[in-house]
């Protein structure tokens, strides 16, 4: 696609619920990554793809948080049993892998999660 | 541990003023520097983007240099407009971590005033 598309836009899920977070990433581009921003906080890292394997999942907080990748393309982030304290907007990037020292990455609009 | 500061946090201006946001990280090991603009409740867009090899960029009234060695980087705003308002964002590329994942700073949130 012509940019890096996220859903749902907004999401407010119960408490305890579990939750999906989508993203499609630009067409060709290998790298994916997901970010956190909480409200008055920096932009946190999550998780890294490279196609569809997760080289660096170092940034996920606790095992409550999982991410896959399939085809090389759309990328799904889970949240089980939600906590308050995971609401916030979750972004994700992609980039060409072989090209990001002159391309850089293309963030998407984001996905804006409140636990109530 | 790379680590981003930007400075101010908060500036508020009067419509056409020219102004400066700086940034500065703590590693030199970077693939790029790239800036972004933040509205509020959206994703990033990608303003301006420096290689590292590179000393500046240009872009409409926005110019961004580097100085790779002394862990500096300039967004320069020409003109400052009310819709320049936005939170902008400085983030580098680590050379050292497995996809060179982006290191963000905490951003400086710019209001111009009419």
């Known amino acids: 696609g012509a940019g890096v598309s996220q859903s749902p836009s907004n999401k407010v899920t119960e408490k305890g619920k579990d939750v999906e977070l989508r993203c499609d990433p630009i067409?060709?581009?290998?790298?994916l990554y997901w970010y956190r921003q909480s409200l008055g906080q920096g932009l946190e890292f999550l998780i890294y793809?490279?196609?569809?394997?997760?080289?660096?999942k170092s940034g996920l907080p606790s095992d409550r948080f999982s991410a896959e990748r399939t085809g090389g393309s759309v990328s799904t982030l889970t949240i089980q049993r939600t906590q308050q304290e995971d609401s916030a907007v979750y972004l994700c990037?992609?980039?060409?892998?072989?090209?990001?020292?002159?391309?850089?990455?293309?963030f998407g609009s984001g996905t804006r999660l409140t636990v109530v | 541990k790379q680590e981003v500061t930007q400075i101010p946090a908060a500036l508020s201006v009067p419509e056409g003023e020219n102004l400066v946001l700086n940034c500065s990280f703590t590693?030199?090991?970077?693939?790029?520097l790239q800036w972004f603009r933040q509205d509020p409740g959206k994703g990033l867009t990608s303003l301006l983007l420096?290689?590292?090899?590179?000393r500046e960029q240009t872009s409409g009234r926005l110019n961004a240099s580097l100085d790779k060695s002394s862990g500096r980087s300039t967004l320069y705003i020409a003109a400052s407009q009310p819709g320049d308002s936005a939170t902008y964002l400085c983030a580098v590329s680590e050379v050292e971590t497995s996809g060179s994942r982006l290191t963000f700073g905490e951003g400086t949130q710019l209001t111009v005033n009419p």
């Open positions: 990037a992609s980039s060409l892998r072989s090209r990001v020292t002159v391309y850089g990455y293309t």
């Open positions: 067409s060709g581009h290998t790298a």
């Open positions: 793809f490279q196609g569809n394997s997760a080289p660096d």
């Open positions: 590693d030199s090991a970077i693939y790029n």
């Open positions: 420096i290689q590292s090899s590179q």
